[in-house]
């Protein structure tokens, strides 16, 4: 079964720093191209959202709430998509979702919406204390 495997959560106090990992699994051939691919988070009874994803222009783009504490980047020597988190808040406590690949109206819905997401993982633990 073809889906994507993260990685590197964990329960950390606020202010500090987690990296997140995300790898493919399931596929004979995969490449992170940068573009329609990122990372959603979901709290306790709240709905799943976008925190960091390339774009269709592989522009980077991030929810307001993260901006500036938050990095996506992609190394593909080593096939892995990372979600750099500093500067963590309590709010930021969720799993997180890796998502790849566009489905067949991805490119017709905004970066933001995770139906554009065709491949998930089972998600990561990040914890973060007051």
């Known amino acids: 079964q073809q889906h994507m495997v993260e990685s590197g959560g964990g329960s950390v106090q606020a202010g500090g720093s987690l990296r997140l990992s995300c790898g493919a699994s399931g596929f004979s051939e995969f490449t992170f191209s940068s573009k329609y691919e990122g990372w959603f988070r979901q709290a306790p009874g709240k709905e799943r959202e976008a925190v960091a994803v390339?774009?269709?222009?592989?522009?980077?783009r991030y929810a307001d709430s993260v901006k500036g504490r938050f990095t996506i980047s992609v190394d593909n020597t080593k096939k892995t998509l990372y979600l750099q988190m500093n500067s963590l808040k309590a709010d930021d406590t969720a799993i997180y979702y890796c998502?790849?690949?566009?489905?067949?109206?991805?490119?017709?819905?905004?970066?933001?919406?995770?139906?554009?997401?065709?491949?998930w993982g089972q998600g990561t633990q990040v914890n973060v204390s007051a």
């Open positions: 998502a790849a690949k566009p489905t067949t109206r991805g490119p017709r819905l905004s970066w933001y919406d995770g139906n554009r997401y065709r491949y």
């Open positions: 390339f774009d269709s222009a592989q522009e980077p």
